[in-house]
């Protein structure tokens, strides 16, 4: 073991749709992940999750006998329980009693479980995967990771994420669909079909951006590049051709279920979803050009171990500002006026906190508000505020919770016309406190749009100050500024709404 006698180590515990894994690690001396133990429990929750939208009693009491005989394990290896962190996925997600899981586990090991969206999901998987391959930052790569429950894919451009989708078409999920099929050919004939359904989702993710490699995760496609070796007489693991796929493909086809375990010495719990993983990416990576693809060997369990180890909150922030502004860009936003509503959004922020006493991570939500405020505008200009809301309601969210992507689409929503009032629908996800949060954060967007009312970027720099009575902004720029001290005077309901002061703007 390498890591660091000062490193802590830490545990994390994946609840997929096909099995249950806990990882335990640290960080080596030289920051990389190392992982001392990994341990796989084969409770196929998506069984029951995909078929009737419940989990059964039995299959709960195997998960959290599961999570027991993890929990002995954490024990003896002295980590605390603030350093345990428990995720659960598409099969969870699903159900209607999820709640009961959750609860026996609790009660059963004190471990809290996460169920996790989709697209964070995708985050934490990215993140293990640029951990391991910096060369990611160089290329356009498609990222791939094959679950039980759903299929993640990534569009990542020079190391940033540009695009991500959640499908679910899993593995578990596929064969619960479409049953257990004697006939091979019958099976893939439905997947395929299947497959052709969706196939326009995953070209508009794509946008026509031309892929130069895949990287794939997930148990399956480990298996298939250990294949890759044992079959086909490949060097490496870790890398298989679109040719070596379809071959692979083609020899798992000719076997029946009992022979994939036998002859090829797969796991009962392998053999079967084996064949809906393997002509999933098969038919991912035609339709993206049929580059190469890389397996590194991680996934989801590490990404949130990571997470977990380096307390990523400023790369989690960079993640989430680099997608508010691919969705910006998506829908043609004026990048170079939407960046100075920003600019001058967390100028006010900042020298505004002792007013408005809000978390700093309220900072972050609120650049991202300004960054992407005008989308709607691509849908139709007249009532923008109102389609950029139902568009940030609906789009999967990087680096931010789910009542973060809540909060940051109601601010969009709110930036022009008149406020709801406090018991109006649009706000009944919010509690006292956080309505106080939304009021502040939509009143300091207001007045940054206000501010660059010309679009122009005539203002380049604020400064605040204020007393019991007034919030007085002092601009420095270009021009006389007129147009911009009108719009911000407009914003004057909403500031003594928010702050309880009349505001001033001078020049």
């Known amino acids: 073991m390498n890591i660091t006698d000062t490193s802590p180590i830490s545990a994390v515990i994946d609840i997929g749709s096909n099995a249950i894994r806990l990882r335990i690690g640290g960080l080596s001396h030289d920051g990389k992940l190392d992982i001392i133990e990994a341990i796989r429990a084969p409770v196929r929750l998506g069984q029951d999750a995909f078929k009737q939208k419940r989990l059964g009693d039995e299959i709960i009491e195997r998960a959290v006998k599961a999570f027991q005989d993890f929990r002995q394990l954490i024990d003896r290896k002295?980590?605390?329980?603030?350093?345990?962190?428990?995720?659960?996925?598409?099969?969870?997600?699903?159900?209607?009693?999820?709640?009961?899981?959750?609860?026996?586990v609790r009660q059963a090991t004190e471990i809290q479980i996460d169920v996790i969206s989709g697209a964070e999901e995708a985050r934490l998987v990215y993140?293990?995967?640029?951990?391991?391959?910096?060369?990611?930052?160089?290329?356009?790569?498609?990222?791939?990771?094959?679950?039980?429950?759903?299929?993640?894919?990534?569009?990542?451009?020079?190391?940033?994420?540009?695009?991500?989708?959640?499908?679910?078409?899993?593995?578990?999920?596929?064969?619960?669909?479409?049953?257990?099929?004697?006939?091979?050919?019958?099976?893939?004939?439905?997947?395929?079909?299947?497959?052709?359904?969706n196939a326009g989702k995953i070209q508009e993710l794509i946008d026509g951006v031309k892929i130069d490699i895949c990287v794939g995760t997930g148990g399956n496609i480990e298996t298939m590049g250990q294949l890759g070796q044992s079959l086909l007489g490949n060097d490496s693991p870790c890398s298989l051709s679109y040719g070596d796929v379809k071959q692979i493909c083609q020899q798992l086809d000719a076997l029946d279920y009992q022979q994939r375990i036998e002859k090829l010495k797969l796991r009962p719990d392998r053999a079967?979803?084996?064949?809906?993983?393997?002509?999933?990416?098969?038919?991912?990576?035609?339709?993206?050009?049929k580059p190469d693809l890389l397996i590194p060997g991680i996934g989801l369990a590490e990404g949130v171990l990571l997470d977990l180890l380096l307390q990523r909150r400023s790369s989690t922030t960079q993640d989430a500002l680099a997608w508010a502004r691919a969705v910006a860009r998506k829908f043609h936003c004026n990048m170079?006026?939407?960046?100075?509503?920003?600019?001058?959004?967390?100028?006010?922020?900042?020298?505004?906190?002792?007013?408005?006493?809000?978390?700093?991570?309220?900072?972050?939500?609120?650049?991202?508000?300004?960054?992407?405020?005008?989308?709607?505008?691509?849908?139709?200009?007249?009532?923008?505020?109102?389609?950029?809301?139902?568009?940030?309601?609906?789009?999967?969210?990087?680096?931010?919770?789910?009542?973060?992507?809540?909060?940051?689409?109601?601010?969009?929503?709110?930036?022009?016309?008149?406020l709801p009032a406090s018991d109006h629908e649009l706000l009944k996800p919010f509690n006292k406190s956080e309505q106080q949060r939304?009021?502040?954060?939509?009143?300091?967007?207001?007045?940054?749009?206000?501010?660059?009312?010309?679009?122009?970027?005539?203002?380049?720099?604020?400064?605040?100050?204020?007393?019991?009575?007034?919030?007085?902004?002092?601009?420095?720029?270009?021009?006389?500024?007129?147009?911009?001290?009108?719009?911000?005077?407009?914003q004057q309901p909403v500031v003594k709404q928010a702050f309880d002061r009349q505001i001033k703007v001078i020049h």
């Open 78 to 104: 002295g980590i605390p329980v603030n350093q345990v962190r428990a995720v659960a996925t598409s099969a969870v997600r699903s159900v209607d009693n999820r709640q009961t899981l959750i609860d026996r």
């Open 127 to 197: 993140l293990a995967i640029r951990h391991v391959l910096p060369a990611l930052s160089d290329n356009n790569a498609l990222l791939i990771d094959i679950g039980g429950g759903s299929v993640e894919i990534i569009v990542s451009q020079q190391g940033q994420i540009t695009a991500l989708e959640s499908f679910k078409m899993g593995t578990v999920r596929l064969l619960t669909r479409f049953g257990q099929q004697k006939n091979n050919r019958k099976f893939i004939r439905f997947l395929d079909e299947f497959f052709s359904a």
């Open 272 to 289: 079967d979803v084996i064949i809906p993983a393997s002509h999933t990416l098969r038919q991912i990576m035609k339709l993206v050009g």
């Open 336 to 418: 170079h006026y939407a960046e100075h509503v920003a600019k001058l959004a967390l100028q006010l922020f900042d020298q505004l906190a002792a007013l408005h006493e809000l978390p700093a991570r309220d900072r972050l939500v609120l650049e991202m508000a300004a960054l992407v405020h005008e989308i709607g505008i691509f849908i139709r200009p007249d009532g923008h505020h109102r389609h950029a809301y139902y568009l940030l309601n609906a789009m999967p969210m990087i680096g931010i919770s789910e009542q973060e992507q809540k909060l940051l689409a109601t601010i969009v929503r709110c930036q022009r016309k008149r």
């Open 438 to 490: 939304w009021l502040r954060l939509v009143a300091l967007l207001r007045l940054a749009i206000a501010l660059n009312k010309e679009r122009q970027n005539v203002i380049e720099h604020i400064h605040c100050r204020t007393d019991q009575d007034t919030i007085e902004i002092l601009c420095t720029g270009k021009g006389d500024m007129l147009l911009e001290q009108w719009a911000a005077s407009r």
